[in-house]
């Protein structure tokens, strides 16, 4: 089995559109508008990611994010990882510089260890000295995956969205004299 993240492409529309419904299949609606946009014009979804990477046409409130897609074996999407460049006041309480998804079917079978380490070698090639993850408290296999990639609790909070726990971890990418700029939070 080899895993790789990729950029987002459409020789990839059939199969995300796919992993996208198995999330509906499973009653998590984590993916529906990106379904419905996907579904409309695949490449107008492709180009929105890309501008996202940019910094362009933002929402108020959204930084640049760069999106992967999880592929193993070159052709199943087992996940998808998107890195926030940057953080604001809301993504130190809840979202962190990294968000990931394993499909519901390879849920529990170490693909959610290995899409974070090879996430966090791509924060690293955008120059992240640090990531900060953050997970619900109760999602007890998320905090395992973030701690078995050198996760290190820094404390918990109470999301101001939801009012439920958040687990917050620190990843340290660079030593300080490989840092770029980025300080632990």
Request: proline share 4%.
């Given at each position: 089995?080899?895993?790789?993240?990729?950029?987002?492409?459409a020789?990839?529309?059939?199969?995300?559109?796919?992993?996208?419904?198995?999330?509906?299949?499973?009653?998590?609606?984590?993916?529906d508008?990106?379904?419905?946009?996907?579904?409309?014009?695949?490449?107008?979804y492709?180009?929105?990611?890309?501008?996202?990477?940019?910094?362009?046409?933002?929402?108020?409130?959204?930084?640049?994010?760069?999106?992967?897609?999880?592929?193993?074996?070159?052709?199943?999407?087992?996940?998808?990882?998107?890195?926030?460049h940057?953080?604001?006041?809301?993504?130190?309480?809840?979202?962190?510089?990294?968000?990931?998804?394993i499909?519901?079917?390879?849920?529990?079978?170490?693909?959610?260890?290995?899409q974070?380490?090879?996430?966090?070698?791509?924060?690293?090639a955008?120059?992240?000295?640090?990531?900060?993850?953050?997970?619900?408290?109760d999602?007890?296999?998320?905090?395992?995956?973030?701690?078995?990639?050198?996760?290190?609790?820094?404390?918990?909070?109470?999301?101001?969205?939801?009012?439920?726990?958040?687990s917050?971890?620190?990843?340290q990418?660079?030593?300080?004299?490989?840092?770029?700029?980025?300080?632990?939070?």
């Amino acid at each position: 089995m080899h895993l790789e993240l990729i950029q987002p492409t459409a020789d990839f529309s059939a199969e995300f559109i796919l992993f996208m419904e198995e999330f509906q299949a499973h009653g998590e609606s984590r993916f529906d508008h990106e379904l419905t946009i996907a579904r409309r014009n695949f490449d107008h979804y492709l180009d929105g990611l890309v501008e996202n990477a940019k910094g362009v046409h933002l929402p108020p409130g959204y930084v640049p994010q760069t999106s992967f897609w999880t592929v193993m074996d070159g052709c199943t999407i087992v996940g998808t990882l998107r890195i926030r460049h940057e953080l604001t006041p809301h993504l130190e309480i809840e979202g962190g510089h990294i968000g990931y998804n394993i499909r519901p079917t390879f849920r529990r079978r170490g693909f959610g260890t290995a899409q974070l380490a090879l996430g966090l070698e791509k924060a690293k090639a955008l120059g992240l000295a640090g990531v900060l993850i953050t997970c619900d408290t109760d999602n007890i296999g998320s905090a395992k995956i973030i701690v078995k990639n050198g996760g290190r609790f820094i404390n918990g909070v109470v999301s101001p969205n939801t009012y439920k726990p958040i687990s917050r971890y620190w990843i340290q990418l660079m030593e300080d004299t490989e840092r770029k700029g980025n300080d632990e939070i």
